[in-house]
């Protein structure tokens, strides 16, 4: 396979499953909302509407390469009621996504334009995850409840 048919089959996942992260977000957003964690709650709503962005810029990225963008299937993904244990999933996504964004870099190393878009998405992704770190170090440091309630 060619080098550039991996890459656009490598953007096209990322379109697909950042697409669905960001949904996610969304939802994780309305429940932490309806819990009365407002500050967690607009976290992830702008946390989801900067990963479409990164969706929409990698979509026209497969778009000027010549590629076709396609609507796949996404596989059902668990929400979390509770707000520790979402951090503490959402922290996987952010660091298993990281792994697998740098195999990506590598297919996009010739082609500047794409990796440069992947470098920001990747930039962002790192923030999110040491973000998550910090507030699991957090609630070790000063325990659950006083965690929620600084997310009122």
Same mark, same amino acid.
């Given at each position: 396979?060619?080098?550039?048919?991996?890459?656009?089959?490598?953007?096209?996942?990322?379109?697909?499953?950042?697409?669905?992260?960001?949904?996610?977000?969304?939802?994780?957003?309305?429940?932490?909302?309806?819990? +009365?964690?407002?500050?967690?709650?607009?976290?992830?709503?702008?946390?989801?509407?900067?990963?479409?962005?990164?969706?929409?810029?990698?979509?026209?990225?497969?778009?000027?390469?010549?590629?076709?963008?396609?609507?796949?299937?996404?596989?059902?993904?668990?929400?979390?009621? %509770?707000?520790?244990?979402?951090?503490?999933?959402?922290?996987?996504?952010?660091? %298993? +996504?990281?792994?697998?964004?740098?195999?990506?870099?590598?297919?996009?190393?010739?082609?500047?334009?794409?990796?440069?878009?992947?470098?920001?998405?990747?930039?962002?992704?790192?923030?999110?995850?040491?973000?998550?770190?910090?507030?699991?170090?957090?609630?070790?440091?000063?325990?659950?409840?006083?965690?929620?309630?600084?997310?009122?």
């Amino acid at each position: 396979m060619a080098q550039n048919e991996k890459l656009m089959e490598a953007l096209q996942m990322i379109v697909t499953s950042l697409s669905q992260q960001a949904d996610g977000h969304a939802l994780e957003s309305r429940i932490l909302a309806s819990k +009365g964690y407002s500050k967690l709650a607009e976290k992830y709503a702008e946390h989801a509407e900067e990963e479409r962005g990164y969706v929409q810029q990698i979509a026209d990225r497969i778009l000027d390469l010549g590629g076709k963008l396609k609507n796949e299937a996404k596989p059902e993904m668990p929400v979390c009621e %509770d707000p520790v244990e979402w951090i503490k999933a959402d922290l996987k996504i952010s660091v %298993d +996504g990281l792994a697998a964004l740098k195999q990506i870099m590598c297919l996009a190393v010739e082609d500047v334009t794409t990796y440069d878009i992947l470098k920001d998405y990747y930039k962002d992704e790192e923030e999110d995850m040491y973000w998550g770190e910090q507030q699991l170090e957090l609630i070790e440091a000063i325990g659950v409840q006083n965690w929620l309630a600084k997310q009122l």
